[in-house]
């Protein structure tokens, strides 16, 4: 089995300025997929960036990286310049070979102005 | 928006009443799945279809049967429904089922069974 976990229910963060968000997972699989989607108020939920466990070298998709520890089984997504449009629900998923995408609960992020 | 619609986008519906969710993507997807979102809780993967196939059924109830006509329309009937039943039903699709795939999401229908 696999999971996730999402440690901070709600954050909140001034514009312009940096925030990351915490996930931690579990599997006894070598390579899977890491995923940061975001979900904003009353729409779609979209994937924010990506990250292969066999891939050392952090992702990164313009204001949007993470620091993924895969000793410590940790992925964290970091978000620089803040927006009030990166308000939304965070969703830290994991994937393998052998099980459908497991989701953490969320982090409710508030950008304020 | 992402090419995965779902209609209704809100369902107020008795006990006993028989409705359907519809999920349509316009992607060229093999691989399309239903979710259950309910407050508090992770999302919940209920079931997924691979080229018309159900592939996975993550030990939902028999209240909820899923049908996939063609490798474009995903829709879930419901019937009998609880009051704990109400959430946010999300349709996602992807190319494939492989594991490096992007899920692209609708919007959801929001369900509230009274």
């Known amino acids: ?9 709600e954050m909140s963060v001034q514009e312009a300025e940096t925030v990351t968000l915490s996930c931690t997972y579990d599997t006894s699989e070598s390579n899977y997929y890491l995923f940061w989607y975001k979900q904003p108020p009353s729409r779609q939920m979209i994937l924010v960036i990506r990250q292969e466990a066999y891939k050392q070298q952090n992702a990164t998709e313009n204001r949007f990286s993470v620091n993924f520890q895969k000793a410590a089984k940790s992925f964290s997504l970091k978000i620089s310049d803040s927006q009030l449009g990166d308000t939304a629900m965070y969703f830290c998923a994991l994937r393998n070979a052998g099980n459908m995408l497991t989701f953490g609960g969320g982090t409710r992020l508030m950008v304020k102005p | ?24 993507q316009h992607l060229g997807h093999n691989a399309m799945y239903w979710y259950k979102q309910s407050a508090k809780k992770p999302l919940e993967l209920m079931f997924v279809y691979s080229l ?8 939902v109830p028999s209240r909820f049967s899923p049908e996939c006509p063609n490798s474009s329309h995903l829709f ?13 039903y999300l349709c996602a699709s992807s190319p494939g089922t492989s ?11 929001r369900l509230t069974v009274t």
């Open chain 2, 52 to 59: 018309e196939e159900r592939v996975e059924n993550n030990s």
């Open chain 2, 99 to 109: 594991y490096s795939y992007e899920q692209y999401f609708g919007p959801g229908t």
């Open chain 1, 1 to 9: 089995a696999q999971t996730v976990t999402q440690s901070q229910p």
């Open chain 2, 76 to 88: 879930l009937h419901l019937h009998t429904l609880q009051p704990e039943d109400s959430a946010l």
């Open chain 2, 1 to 24: 928006e992402t090419g995965v619609t779902q209609t209704p986008r809100h369902l107020v519906m008795g006990m006993t009443n028989k409705k359907s969710l519809k999920c349509e």
